[in-house]
C-alpha cells in the first residue's frame, strides 16, 4: 500500500483497484470523474466453462485455463492477436471414414488413430498403391484369358460370367480314360485301334431286339479284295452258321455249325516226331499209305481206313504188344566192341536176341542170347544157341549202369551184326 504525505494533483486520471484512504484535513474530489462499480463497464465472460460433461470453474481472479490437445488436435495461442487456434492435424479424423473393414467375413478395426491397413495380394493378383492419386490398382496377374481347344473345349464369356464347355464334335487327340459308364446313343461307332482289349466275356448284340427276332447277327471280318469271312447266327435257320471264302473276290460257302453235342478236335496232329498243324480253316490233312501199308478214305461214310497190302513185304522197325515188344537193328564194328542192344530196366526184364555177325570175307555166325536183370540191378546172360562157318566172330556181354541194359560185343572190325529182338516188361 503507498502512502501519500503531501499535496498531489492528477491531471488525467487516476485508477484505485483497492481502497482509497484520505486523512488530509481538505481536499476536493470532483465526483464526476470518480469511477464507481455501479459506472464501470465490465466484459460478459462465462462464470463457469464445461468440457464434455465436466465443469471447469476459475478459483480466483488469477486461475489460469490451459487448454491441452489430445492426439490429432493441435492448438496454437497468438498473443499478438490474442487468439487460440485449434486444429486438427489428422487429416483423416475430418473424413466420413469407416471404423470398421470386413474382408470375406473378418472384421478389421484400428487399434489407434495411427494403425495402417496393409492390402496384401495372393497368388496371381498384383496391389499398387499410388501416393499421388491417393489410389489403390489390383490386378489380376494370373490367369488373364481363358482359351479353348478346337474340337475339344469350348470357352465363351459374357458380363461377369465365363461358360466352358464341349463344342459339337469333340476330338480327343491323347489318352481317354472314362472311370463310370460311357453311353454312347448315335447309330454309328467306329473304332480305329490296332488292338481291342475287352474285359467282358460275353458281348451282347442285337441289345434293341423285342419281341419275335427276324435279325441275324455275327462277326464278319474285312478281308479287302477278297470276300470277307463272317460267323453268325442265323435267326431263320436258327443255327449258328459260318461263311468260309476263299482267296478271292468270289462268293463264301456258308454252312451250318454242327451244335449236336460237344465236339473236341485235335490243333495238331503228331506221330511222335512230326506234327501236322491246319495252315488255314480249309487246309486238307493227307493220309497217305506207304510200303505194306494202305490208307483209304471213303467219302460216303467219312471213314479212313488204314490196312496192310499182303502182296508186299512189311517192313517194321519195332512193334509193342501188351507185356511185350518186337523189334530189330544193326551195327557194323569200327572197332574191337560195338553195342548191340541198350533197354531201360524201368521197362523191361527180360530179352531174347538172334544176333547174326558177317566179316567180309563171307564168314557167318548165328547166336541165340538170353539176358535178364534182378531187383537188385544183377545181370544174367547166356548163349544158349550159337553156330559159325569158319570161326567164332564175336563175344557178347550185359552189363548195368544208370538203369540200363547193355549188350556189346566183343569182336573185330568190319563185323556187320543184324539184331532180331524179343523183350518182356518189367
Known amino acids: 500500500m503507498a502512502t501519500v504525505n503531501k499535496n498531489f494533483r492528477v491531471k488525467n486520471g487516476l485508477t484505485v483497484e483497492g481502497n482509497v484512504t484520505i486523512t488530509g484535513t481538505s481536499g476536493t474530489i470532483n465526483s464526476s470523474n470518480i469511477l464507481t462499480e455501479a459506472t464501470v463497464a465490465y466484459p460478459n465472460v462465462f462464470a463457469t466453462i464445461s468440457a464434455n460433461g ?48 470386413s474382408a470375406n467375413g473378418t472384421s478389421i478395426v484400428a487399434d489407434s488413430n495411427t494403425d495402417t491397413l496393409t ?107 477278297y470276300t470277307n469271312a463272317k460267323i453268325y447266327w442265323n435267326e431263320t435257320a436258327n443255327a449258328w452258321y459260318l461263311a468260309t471264302p476263299g482267296d478271292s473276290a468270289g462268293a463264301a460257302t456258308e454252312a451250318a455249325i454242327a451244335t449236336g453235342g460237344s465236339t473236341n478236335l485235335f490243333n495238331t496232329i503228331s506221330d511222335g516226331t512230326n506234327t501236322a498243324t491246319p495252315d488255314s480253316s480249309n487246309d486238307t490233312l493227307t493220309f497217305a499209305g506207304s510200303g505194306a501199308i494202305t490208307a483209304t478214305v471213303n467219302a460216303t461214310s467219312d471213314t479212313v481206313t488204314i490196312g496192310i497190302n499182303p502182296s508186299l513185304e512189311l517192313a517194321v522197325g519195332f512193334v509193342t504188344l501188351p507185356d511185350a515188344a518186337f523189334g530189330s537193328s544193326s551195327a557194323t564194328s569200327s572197332g574191337s566192341t560195338v553195342v548191340i542192344d541198350v533197354w531201360a530196366t524201368a521197362t523191361y526184364s527180360t530179352a531174347k536176341y538172334l544176333v547174326q555177325a558177317k566179316n567180309g570175307s563171307g564168314d557167318i555166325e548165328a547166336t541165340e542170347i538170353l539176358v535178364s536183370v534182378d531187383g537188385a540191378n544183377n545181370v544174367y546172360i547166356t548163349e544158349y544157341a550159337n553156330m559159325f562157318s569158319n570161326a567164332s566172330l564175336a563175344e557178347y556181354t550185359a552189363t548195368y549202369a544208370s538203369g540200363n541194359v547193355t549188350v556189346t560185343a566183343t569182336t573185330t572190325s568190319g563185323v556187320v551184326f543184324k539184331v532180331s529182338s524179343t523183350y518182356i516188361e518189367a
Open 54 to 101: 465436466t465443469s471447469v470453474v476459475a478459483d480466483s481472479s488469477t486461475d489460469t485455463l490451459t487448454l491441452t490437445p489430445s492426439t490429432g488436435i493441435t492448438i496454437v495461442g497468438n498473443a499478438t492477436s490474442d487468439t487460440i487456434t485449434i486444429t486438427n492435424s489428422d487429416l483423416g479424423s475430418a473424413q466420413e471414414i469407416f471404423k470398421t473393414v
Open 119 to 225: 492390402i496384401t495380394p495372393s497368388t496371381g493378383i498384383t496391389v499398387v498403391g499410388n501416393a499421388t492419386s491417393d489410389t489403390i490398382t489390383i490386378t489380376n496377374s494370373g490367369v488373364t484369358g481363358l482359351t479353348g481347344t478346337a474340337n475339344e473345349v469350348e470357352v465363351s464369356a459374357s458380363t461377369g460370367s465365363v461358360t466352358v464347355g464341349l463344342p459339337d464334335n469333340v476330338t480327343i487327340g491323347n489318352n481317354l480314360t472314362v472311370t463310370g459308364n460311357l453311353t454312347v446313343n448315335g447309330t454309328t461307332t467306329t473304332l480305329n485301334t490296332d488292338t481291342l482289349a475287352v474285359e467282358d466275356n460275353i458281348i451282347m448284340l442285337n441289345t434293341n431286339v423285342t419281341g419275335t427276332p427276324t435279325l441275324d447277327a455275327g462277326l464278319e471280318v474285312e478281308r479287302g479284295t
